[in-house]
């Protein structure tokens, strides 16, 4: 190490509990293959040495892992080093820095620790996410103020603030909207494939346990076995779905503070999990009103940030879980300032859009009502074919007049919004701002329609927001009136 350059640091040394731990639940299937192993085989000693090794690899996490914060925040740089068999080098401009989150499992809060993400508003994961777990929670307010300290916001935040307005509050009665999520399927679909994985699914089939269940579906009859089992698996769905949400997002605060220490969005969340997050408005480009078809269909709405420095898709852009849609409406508004942008009507895009909606909504009932034909009148169909095919052709039907009253668009010299979806409906809101760039895009069959698709480029959110089946005469004329600049250019008078 030269002189005057930082010493490196370790994380915290309590963290030599948490490691061994966190390795033999990423390392669960293999536990349970060695379970099941040494079970059949009468042969412990495969156990004990998976369990050494996992412990061995948790406690050298702790010893291979070092960080540095060099001290000068416009040219220096915060540096990560880990890896056990293969060195990783993580090496970050300070200047690059955008937003610094915590996260606090439950066993890390027990021990008083908190992992620290620092971010630079690129998408990463894996060893590219410079992430320090844990540092002693004690530490994370001077660490934040240092990573952040070219921001600004250290020094105004020095400042007394004014009492910070709680924009909205999680309530249990929100719980209703998660039962309409797929994420319980999803997790007995993890659980199913992990047995299988781990090959804990082959001994239960020959286990007596296995046996007595089918012969017990023997004796009940497989119709109704069948359903017992469908309805237990949806019932067991919404509970996991319910228990997900509850202590994912239990106890959501979104609040903003405003004055001489600037304006920021803070955002705490989670029961077991804490998760908090602190947006800086300035980077603040907007936000999208995402509507799943079923949570639309109970009034609910989930609200996702639009802005710089933040990943556009996922949990990481999330303000506001699926809840009332008057909520996420009024928090949205509250952030834009204009509640015409949010609610407001929106222009349609005319008879080709609507005429491309229908087509490709009833192209498959009417494949399969020729094909129906045919096999009638060559062969004998169950009775049960047409009615199938009659509510086939009613949801196709439904579905397509649900997405042209979906499609518009509104822009005017400060946002541009748009609506469009059906199985999951979104509406965005971005500032015209931070618009850097635009595209116009069509496609055979949209060149022979006249509408073209119009892409926003932006550095917020999902980066490109798009107008979709805008008449080909409009696109540069929206883009133009969202960016001025644009009006010049050859496309827009052409």
């Avoid at 804490?274 to 603040?284: A, G, I, N, T």
């Avoid at 710089?308 to 849609?325: H, M, Q, R, W």
Wanted: hydrophobic share 50%.
């Amino acid at each position: 190490m030269s002189a005057g350059e930082p010493a490196w640091q370790r994380l915290s040394p309590r963290m030599l509990l948490v490691h061994p731990l966190h390795e033999a639940l990423r390392e669960l299937p293999l536990l349970i293959a060695v379970v099941v192993f040494g079970s059949a085989t009468d042969n412990r000693i495969w156990l004990v040495a998976m369990v050494w090794v996992i412990a061995v690899v948790g406690v050298a996490r702790w010893f291979t892992t070092t960080y540095r914060i060099e001290p000068d925040p416009e040219s220096g740089r915060v540096q990560l080093r880990s890896g056990l068999l293969r060195r990783n080098l993580l090496s970050l401009p300070r200047n690059r820095i955008r937003s610094v989150e915590t996260d606090a499992r439950l066993l890390h809060r027990l021990l008083g620790l908190t992992v620290l993400r620092v971010s630079t508003g690129q998408h990463a994961a894996g060893d590219g996410a410079f992430e320090l777990n844990a540092v002693e929670s004690s530490q994370v307010p001077q660490l934040r103020k240092i990573l952040l300290a070219h921001t600004g916001q250290p020094a105004r935040a020095a400042v007394p603030s004014a009492k910070p307005k709680v924009l909205a509050r999680w309530r249990p009665s929100w719980l209703r909207y998660s039962a309409l999520s797929l994420s319980g399927l999803l997790t007995i679909g993890a659980a199913l494939a992990a047995l299988l994985q781990s090959g804990a699914w082959a001994a239960l089939q020959d286990s007596p346990r296995s046996r007595s269940w089918m012969d017990a579906v023997e004796r009940f009859g497989a119709q109704q076995s069948a359903g017992v089992i469908v309805a237990a698996v949806l019932v067991a769905a919404i509970l996991l779905a319910v228990l997900r949400s509850l202590l994912t997002y239990g106890n959501l605060v979104l609040s903003r503070s405003s004055g001489q220490a600037g304006d920021v969005l803070a955002l705490s969340y989670g029961l077991l999990r804490v998760r908090e997050h602190s947006y800086d408005m300035r980077r603040l480009r907007g936000g999208t009103l995402r509507r799943p078809l079923l949570v639309r269909m109970f009034g609910g709405a989930r609200l996702d940030a639009a802005m710089t420095g933040v990943n556009g898709e996922g949990e990481s852009s999330i303000l506001l879980p699926p809840c009332p849609k008057a909520t996420a409406e009024q928090v949205l508004t509250g952030l834009v300032a204009d509640p015409v942008v949010v609610s407001g009507p929106l222009r349609r895009h005319g008879p080709a859009a609507t005429r491309r909606r229908w087509t490709r909504a009833m192209m498959l009932p009417i494949a399969l009502g020729a094909g129906l034909a045919v096999a009638t009148a060559v062969y004998e169909v169950p009775q049960w074919c047409w009615p199938a095919w009659a509510a086939v052709t009613a949801g196709a039907a439904l579905l397509a007049a649900d997405r042209v009253r979906a499609l518009g668009h509104r822009v005017d010299a400060a946002w541009l919004t748009a609506r469009t979806g059906s199985w999951e409906q979104r509406r965005y809101a971005i500032s015209t701002d931070g618009i850097i760039g635009w595209t116009v895009r069509q496609s055979w069959f949209q060149r022979r329609a006249g509408v073209a698709t119009l892409i926003a480029a932006t550095a917020a959110g999902v980066k490109a927001y798009r107008v979709i089946d805008v008449p080909a005469e409009w696109a540069w004329s929206v883009a133009a009136t969202a960016s001025p600049w644009v009006a010049g250019s050859t496309w827009a008078r052409s």
